[in-house]
């Protein structure tokens, strides 16, 4: 089978310029797909849009059905309007999908709230511009008349007073009389929220200033950090002013559908039982495989690179069921990076996952800067294609990365490079292909071995333990 | 030690001395200048550390990063401190003092304390001597935070967005909250923490 298209260069301050990407991982020889739909047959089936123009009409027609439910007779003329939105749901699937639904959301309320005042707030990670630069690209500043700006958590903070005391969000965000707030509900940072709150975790991230992030990443546990954004979204402050939510379906096969609620909760709880049956074999098919030399071949950071609407994030922790809530983890990134020593070494071994053992190599190919990933290369064998490299070298959170890692000339040596010393023949691209892996043939064939296994211990045991753990018969 | 070898510098003719800059640099290292006939954002290159969070978010993209005419050096040393305290205030936040506190700088909890056991009393000062909060300039604030009160000082209101003083932590939730909550596995999250990170007296 041919290779899966991998998502294309983007032009952004955080990534290589596209013309010194030489070779895609996807043009390798000895690679090959598999998708998701050969592995579980009853892998959700995605809008089957082959075109922009087709997802752009599908998702506009989804949203004003979903919208159709809502009551939005709240917003008076004239009131105005924030739209949220999180940097994440523009690199979804390509972004298109996300900003349709924005779109038709802005347009749906002005014609039937009779105002303009709508506004698009965009919170961003760690990339303070990245937001602005996708609102440009997809041409969302035209379509909001110039009221669409990202907002960055070193903007000016608002006190918001919850039951566990002063939290802070960015005043911006909450700066209308009314908020809508979007979002999708891919696993994306499961090793943040375990799948507990998911849908809440941007009012504690992204429409939050960094103090908040900050105690959700290095104040709280895993599983209890997904209480701060709960908070706010509980407090009288945001409950006030909340007039719904709006979310982007999507499973690993692609774009599903939108889904509206006035009700977070209850949206949560509906998003929680589907992310747990749509993501679940295929997060335990990864943690099922021994050995794979991976290759990063995507317009992200490091971790936030993609396959198959999985992160390389996922793949990094997936020794471990992530869902499985009797596992406690530290707090932070991969629970071992506050952890481990400048040799690499975790310092407390007994109670720190280690990163995924299965990650025998790792190349990188193309990727983001803007994200402190030094932690994975000083646990990770790991190789850099030359200019990626040198992309590294100017990267203001990753300022040692180099020093833990190797410069390859080019993809091509890169890879024979990381056969020789990881002895393995599998390999494993994150690339943003959709519906699917691309993976070098033995791989292919792992994956389809041990699939119908997955399938029927997701199924029959760990299925009902998920579900058991959150409460959802 | 980390070797800076770049820094901010203000474009005079697009800079409208909005201050933005002046109230997200970590290290305060802008400042509004009185200038002939136009008051302006200035950087003193002896503080900048180039981070680059002024350039990020400038509305008028007046801010450059430039070449330093010579490195700066930024670290701390903490051999000439008493590790006894080091290791007493690291734990009484519930951490190791060779932990890692800035991911982006690799910069530990040690040398944070050596810093404060030196005179730091601020997040700001402890950025300058350490450059924490000088890569993302998100994640490490909470931490930084911590080590301030368990070394018992009180932080003062911060200059400009920088950060408010949020206190929030898994050893500040009140316990009806934990029961109210219970999908939160706040208890459990506790007890793993205390057992991962025992000591405890930041508050």
């Not at chain 1, 041919?2 to 998502?7: I, R």
């Not at chain 1, 006035?262 to 747990?276: E, G, I, V």
């Not at chain 1, 010393?421 to 064939?445: K, Q, Y």
Request: charged content about 25%; overall charge positive.
């Amino acid at each position: 089978m041919k290779t899966l298209s991998p998502s294309r260069p983007r032009i952004s301050t955080y990534t290589l310029s596209p013309e010194l990407l030489k070779t895609r991982a996807a043009d390798l020889p000895e690679l090959t797909s598999v998708t998701f739909e050969e592995l579980f047959p009853d892998a959700p089936r995605p809008i089957p849009a082959k075109s922009r123009a087709e997802i752009r009409k599908v998702i506009r027609a989804l949203t004003l059905q979903s919208l159709d439910q809502l009551d939005l007779s709240k917003i008076q003329p004239g009131d105005s309007v924030n739209i949220l939105a999180s940097s994440h749901g523009f690199t979804v699937y390509g972004g298109e999908a996300y900003v349709e639904m924005i779109r038709t959301i802005r347009e749906e309320v002005k014609r039937r709230c009779g105002t303009d005042k709508i506004y698009l707030r965009a919170g961003v990670g760690l990339r303070f511009q990245e937001n602005d630069e996708h609102i440009k690209h997809f041409g969302l500043d035209k379509d909001f008349t110039g009221k669409a700006e990202g907002i960055t958590p070193v903007d000016r903070g608002v006190p918001i007073q919850t039951e566990i005391g002063t939290l802070y969000g960015v005043e911006k965000v909450y700066s209308a009389r009314w908020l809508i707030h979007t979002h999708n509900n891919d696993i994306r940072e499961l090793h943040y929220h375990r799948q507990i709150g998911r849908l809440f975790k941007p009012f504690a991230m992204s429409y939050a200033t960094i103090e908040t992030r900050s105690a959700y990443h290095q104040s709280m546990g895993p599983r209890a950090a997904n209480l701060l954004g709960r908070m706010i979204y509980e407090s009288p402050f945001v409950r006030d002013k909340f007039l719904c939510s709006v979310m982007l379906q999507v499973a690993p096969t692609g774009v599903i559908g939108v889904d509206a609620s006035h009700d977070l909760a209850d949206q949560d709880r509906t998003f929680t039982r589907l992310n747990l049956a749509w993501y679940g074999k295929i997060v335990t098919l990864l943690g099922r495989l021994k050995e794979t030399i991976v290759i990063i071949d995507y317009p992200g950071p490091l971790p936030y690179t993609t396959a198959g609407g999985l992160l390389f994030g996922n793949f990094i922790n997936a020794s471990v069921d992530e869902f499985d809530l009797r596992i406690p983890f530290p707090p932070y990134n991969r629970y071992s990076d506050m952890l481990v020593d400048p040799g690499g070494k975790l310092m407390k071994e007994k109670n720190l996952a280690p990163l995924n053992p299965a990650i025998r190599a790792l190349i990188i190919n193309y990727c983001s800067k803007g994200f402190p990933c030094v932690s994975f290369a000083q646990q990770l064998p790991t190789l850099a294609v030359g200019p990626q490299a040198d992309f590294f070298r100017t990267c203001e959170q990753n300022s040692t990365f180099m020093d833990y890692a190797l410069e390859a000339e080019n993809l091509r040596k890169a890879v024979d490079i990381a056969r020789r010393f990881a002895r393995t023949e599998n390999i494993l691209v994150f690339d943003g292909a959709i519906a699917g892996f691309n993976v070098s043939e033995p791989l292919a064939e792992e994956m389809r071995r041990l699939a119908p296994d997955v399938s029927r211990e997701v199924d029959q045991n760990l299925m009902p333990m998920w579900l058991r753990q959150r409460g959802i018969q | 030690m980390r070797v800076v070898n770049q820094l901010a510098r203000v474009d005079e003719k697009k800079c409208n001395a909005c201050s933005t800059c002046v109230k997200v640099c970590p290290v305060e290292a802008i400042q509004l200048e009185k200038r002939k006939k136009r008051t302006l954002a200035a950087v003193d290159d002896q503080r900048c550390v180039g981070c680059t969070i002024c350039i990020s978010i400038c509305p008028r993209q007046a801010i450059e990063r430039v070449q330093r005419k010579s490195p700066l050096q930024v670290g701390v040393s903490t051999g000439d401190v008493s590790q006894q305290t080091v290791k007493e205030i690291c734990e009484a936040a519930h951490m190791y003092p060779d932990q890692v506190v800035c991911y982006c700088h690799r910069v530990q909890a040690k040398e944070v304390v050596a810093v404060i056991l030196k005179g730091a009393k601020s997040p700001e000062e402890i950025s300058r001597a350490t450059g924490v909060r000088t890569g993302c300039g998100v994640l490490c604030i909470s931490s930084t935070i911590r080590l301030l009160r368990a070394a018992g000082i009180r932080l003062d209101k911060a200059p400009g967005y920088q950060w408010y003083g949020t206190e929030v932590s898994i050893w500040t939730i009140p316990e009806e909250v934990q029961k109210k909550y219970p999908m939160f596995y706040l208890e459990e999250d506790l007890q793993a923490i205390n057992d991962l990170f025992p000591g405890g007296k930041e508050r």
